[in-house]
């Protein structure tokens, strides 16, 4: 059974920093993961993605040069270091995986979310 759980949300002042995990289980091969947020009264965004091998990064014009995602393949977790945080990121997030299966459809898997509120 695939199962992503978030941890490391929290209350930080604007300016601070948090750092998020996703731990996955439940299947074997690396995937592309996701960090999606979604604040108060808002539709879910993208914030960041990373490549099977870590490689690869993407993030939202909104968090460039402030978030970072990583991941440890061996720890099956990736993880996403939030800096110079600001009110408006104030949201819940979620991490996000999409896996093929052997009939080559989609299946889509989301964490139940932790929540980050940027408040002073």
């Known amino acids: 059974q695939v199962q992503l759980v978030e941890s490391g949300g929290g209350l930080v002042q604007p300016g601070g920093s948090l750092r998020l995990a996703c731990a996955a289980s439940?299947?074997?091969?690396?995937?592309?993961m996701r960090w999606y947020r979604q604040p108060p009264g808002k539709e879910r965004e993208l914030v960041a993605g990373i490549t099977s091998a870590g490689g690869g990064t993407n993030y939202a014009d909104s968090v460039k040069g402030r978030f970072t995602i990583s991941r440890d393949n061996g720890k099956r977790t990736i993880y996403l270091q939030m800096n110079s945080l600001k009110p408006e990121d104030t949201a819940v997030y979620y991490c996000n995986t999409v896996l093929v299966d052997s009939t080559f459809r989609r299946h889509n898997y989301w964490g139940p979310g932790t929540q980050v509120t940027v408040s002073s």
């Open positions: 439940g299947f074997t091969d690396s995937y592309v």
